[in-house]
């Protein structure tokens, strides 16, 4: 039997993947679909045995609907699956799926595991890049700390380092909070993301 | 890679933390609040705040153990009880978290054909709206199946003679994007919590013209709602999380804090929207006809025959299924006996009994309470329906049964 799988995404380069990789794997009939207009209308055309989705689309509420008005009930694939943990992996990496025509559980654990395989990738790139935006954004509060010391209270650069530094050990906070507070209380008004820096 | 199993996550000193889910939404106010002024830190609870898109992934993530409790519509919560969408989890309502603060949204040129309700020349939204809906089949949104605005809805809808499915299409709509599907036509209005009415009015696509009081006058909205299995390991911590929580509410009632209310749960981490909009909904907001109730009049309190209305509408709707014995199920989940260990040191007033008679009051009350009876606001339904918990309905009513039964109600009284 040749499933219907229908791959609901908000991130295109991670369906395609995914996709390839059923593909590869011999299940023929995958379509994608954006997230955004004309889910609901592709399900009703494709009738696809199995929805993979993407857990971070407001759409799965609607997807859910189409159980109620439905005259088959489908599932949500974890329901009854008798394997908790799996189900947690699923959750956990972001992605989850729904089972519209019955499909065994047998059938459709080749396919969730690739999905959670594919998204955990996506998730540990996405982390590791977060790590990366935080790290640059700490060198820059630590460059404008600098430099209002500099300016205001008339410090060398190593100076106004270990002013820094000193305020951190004798409050025993990590340095970059320390910063990160110090700029917010002498440069930040009360909305940073509009107002206009002002210079001191 | 392994992934460690979310069912459980102990802190280095033994206590649980506590995950709770929330959608972007202006009656997430007391959680967010308790949360950023340390009501919770100062009851020494550990609190995580997980904001979710969708109600799926709210139930879900409590049938899995991904999250610990929610704030949540008390229909899901009791379909993830029941297991009705998925795995079931036994679950715990130890408290209220709000009152009313859903509205009607109407595409602007519908609106214009129905007068918004309680309007200045004194006609009235729903005969208008069953009107235009007699003329011509439309589809309204509401936020999910297993949610108050659906049931809501229908009841209102009802009261008109519309029955929902046959006169009317529902279909479930995202509010987030409820404001593009107005503008694009595709349905003819939604049932949503704030601020998505506002924002839609803002975004000059819809119009409210009815919110849950003129439905049900003092409609209970978000529940807190906890994993019974969480709640029976962690009971000094969930007691904590509600003593902060009633903190919080009584802060979110004050007209005073509205502006600052609205700008923390404007913050992108939040809700992520305009704080204008937040601010409406707000009590001491804008727009008084339809704010959210956070503390008076006995809002905070898990009243079972608030939980028992819910489930006779679910029953009504076909929902659920008449085997289940609703009373008995409303008494495991809607928990008043948590509420009151928890709260009754705090110098907050305490209702004598666990159920009360729904939409009795026409004027407002006094409720029996210790040590000081409690001010209560009108409580009516809109079909002027008196639901007494003593007397469920009997299995099986149609829905225009119940209507018709209502209506004769009516002529007696």
Known sequence: MSLKILLIDTDAGRARALEEILCESGFAQVWRVPEGAGRIAAIERIQPDVIIVDMAIPDRDALEDLRVVSSGHPIVMFAGSGDPAFAEEAIAAGVCSYNLSGVPLQDIK??????????????????????????????????????????????TEPEAYRWLQKTAMNQNRRLAEVVATFVSQHDMPADPGKAKRKQP | MNVPSRASTTGTDGTSKLRIGLLRLTDSAPIVTAHEFGFFADESVDVELVIEPSWANIADKLAFGALDAASIVPPLAFAVQLGLRGVAQSMLIPYTLSARGNTVTLTSDLAGQVPAQGGRDGLEALPALATCLREKPLTLGVVHAFSTHNLLLRHWLASAGIEAGLDVKLAVVPPSRAVEALREKQIAGFCAGAPWGEVARRAGVGYSIAGSQQIWSHAPEKAFAVRANWAEQNPDALAGALRALNRSSRFCDAPDNAAYIASLLSRRRYLNLDPHAILAALPGGVETASDCVFHRGATTFPWRSQGLWFLSQMRRWSLIDDSIDLRTLVERVYRPDIYRDALSSQGESMPVADWKVEGAHATEWSLEATPQSIAMPMDRFCDGAVFDPATLPPLGESAMQILARNRGDDVAR
């Open chain 1, 110 to 155: 080749p396919i969730m595991a690739s999905a959670i395989a594919v998204f955990r990738r996506l998730r540990q790139v996405e982390d590791e890049l977060a790590e990366a935006r935080a790290l640059l954004e700490e060198r820059r509060l630590m460059e404008r700390a600098k430099a209002m010391l500099m300016q205001g209270r008339r410090m």
